[in-house]
């Protein structure tokens, strides 16, 4: 299943490149959870084996991209507030425990936990609604939206990119891994086999 669903969106990535990657973050970053993060991990480790694909434009078309998903997140938070945001909860089955997080945080840090939000698991995806919702400054916000959508956006494509440099040395590491596996696998076979005729 998993392999699957990451050759669908690896093929997406190399049929539809900065447009495929432009969209899932908008997406993910408007509050729809979509793997926006695993699409720019496979958009920046094919940059170095695919050639129509090159990590600075990568870098350029994810960061706005995930700055706008975030503002049309905050716009819908803002109008819609909290009624929007508790059938929103319903309809994607985000736990109440994540929006009670992200709104401490909101309390005790205010904008600049937008800036950290990307970093914090289950926060992406909520925090340009919640910051509406909470009628957080529009300024501030896109400050430390934009700020923080760099810093991830930059991060997250240089690991994937490095992994794509590095593929060889990790695809002989994984053969290796998987050989002493087998070999730990048919030891332990071994020797349960052998208790079993001691036994009888």
Avoid: C
Wanted: proline share 3%.
């Amino acid at each position: 299943m998993t392999h699957s669903i990451l050759d669908l969106l690896r093929n997406a990535v190399v049929h539809y490149g900065y447009w495929a990657v432009g969209a899932a973050l908008l997406l993910e970053n408007a509050g729809i959870p979509v793997p926006g993060e695993t699409v720019l991990l496979l958009a920046s480790f094919l940059a170095y084996s695919e050639h129509d694909l090159r990590l600075p434009w990568i870098i350029v078309v994810a960061t706005v991209a995930a700055t706008a998903g975030d503002n049309l997140g905050f716009a819908l938070g803002y109008y819609g507030g909290r009624p929007l945001l508790q059938r929103y909860q319903a309809f994607f089955r985000i736990r109440h425990s994540t929006v009670a997080r992200g709104e401490e945080l909101f309390a005790r840090y205010g904008a600049v936990t937008i800036f950290f939000a990307r970093f914090v698991f289950g926060m992406r995806i909520i925090a340009g609604p919640l910051a509406g919702v909470l009628r957080m400054p529009w300024r501030k916000f896109s400050l430390f939206n934009f700020l923080g959508a760099g810093l991830w956006v930059t991060v997250i494509s240089s690991v994937g990119y490095l992994f794509g440099r590095h593929w060889d040395r990790l695809e002989r590491v994984l053969r290796r891994f998987d050989l002493t596996a087998a070999v730990v696998v048919l030891l332990g076979a071994a020797f349960l086999w052998w208790r079993s005729r001691r036994a009888n």
